[in-house]
């Protein structure tokens, strides 16, 4: 199993235009909710929809960590395969304990990663999810996720990647380190984490 020194050799994840997949993207223009309800008043269809998806977030702040100043809280990691329990991380523990926790992933398994998050305060723009993975040190993987706008609710959203399949073969065996950041269209990291897994014949290696 791999440990913390895994993670070390790996370098700070920081994100740039020209770096990511989507550097063709361009962000929208910021809108409050106020604006984005009075766009399109005349498509009476269109604003009912918006008003009964932001109406409640236009009537009150809705806050759910006072304690917390920042919009988006990141709560947690699952790693899900089919038929097996999801694996999951709690980001809101120690970060630096994650390092220790491995998740173990059979060779060519079909797999996705959700994220659970809560937005307060205020609508967030353009978040996106930006993951790079390093094996002793050297990077080998990067992907980056658009995962969207979402409005202040009290209840916990998230954003599920399409399936992607683990390496497989004698040489994709063994263990990794990823760097994981959620952040948005105007660069403010919401969580940056690491964390690790280990490639292996079966779940039972």
Same mark, same amino acid.
């Given at each position: 199993?791999?440990?913390?020194?895994?993670?070390?050799?790996?370098?700070?994840?920081?994100?740039?235009?020209?770096?990511?997949?989507?550097?063709?993207?361009?962000?929208?223009?910021q809108?409050?909710?106020?604006?984005?309800?009075?766009?399109?008043?005349?498509?009476?269809?269109?604003r009912?929809?918006?008003?009964?998806? $932001? *109406?409640?977030?236009?009537?009150?702040?809705?806050?759910?960590?006072? !304690?917390?100043?920042? /919009?988006?809280? =990141?709560? &947690?990691?699952?790693?899900?395969?089919?038929?097996?329990?999801?694996?999951?991380?709690?980001?809101?523990?120690?970060?630096?304990?994650?390092?220790?926790?491995?998740?173990?992933?059979k060779?060519?398994?079909?797999?996705?990663?959700?994220?659970?998050?809560?937005?307060?305060?205020?609508?967030?723009?353009?978040?996106?999810y930006?993951?790079?993975?390093?094996? $002793? *040190?050297?990077?080998?993987?990067?992907?980056?996720?658009?995962?969207? !706008?979402?409005?202040? /609710?009290?209840? =916990?959203? &998230?954003?599920?990647t399409?399936?992607?399949?683990?390496?497989?073969?004698?040489?994709?065996?063994?263990?990794?380190?990823?760097?994981?950041?959620?952040?948005?269209?105007?660069?403010?990291?919401?969580?940056?984490?690491?964390?690790?897994?280990?490639i292996?014949?079966?779940?039972?290696?």
């Open positions: 199993m791999a440990d913390a020194e895994t993670i070390q050799g790996v370098g700070d994840l920081e994100i740039h235009d020209d770096d990511e997949n989507d550097n063709k993207y361009k962000a929208p223009p809108k409050t909710i106020d604006e984005l309800i009075k766009a399109d008043a005349e498509d009476d269809s269109l009912k929809y918006k008003e009964t998806l $932001l *109406g409640r977030a236009k009537e009150e702040t809705i806050v759910v960590d006072p !304690s917390d100043d920042r /919009k988006v809280i =990141v709560k &947690s990691l699952a790693l899900i395969v089919a038929d097996r329990s999801e694996m999951v991380l709690d980001l809101t523990s120690d970060l630096n304990e994650l390092k220790k926790q491995v998740f173990v992933i060779e060519g398994v079909s797999y996705r990663i959700r994220i659970d998050f809560i937005v307060q305060r205020e609508i967030v723009h353009g978040l996106k930006v993951q790079k993975t390093y094996r $002793l *040190g050297v990077p080998v993987d990067k992907m980056t996720h658009m995962v969207g !706008s979402y409005p202040p /609710k009290s209840e =916990v959203q &998230s954003y599920t399409p399936a992607e399949d683990a390496p497989a073969g004698l040489m994709a065996r063994g263990s990794y380190a990823v760097q994981s950041v959620f952040t948005d269209d105007d660069k403010n990291i919401h969580l940056k984490w690491e964390w690790a897994f280990d292996k014949k079966d779940w039972k290696d």
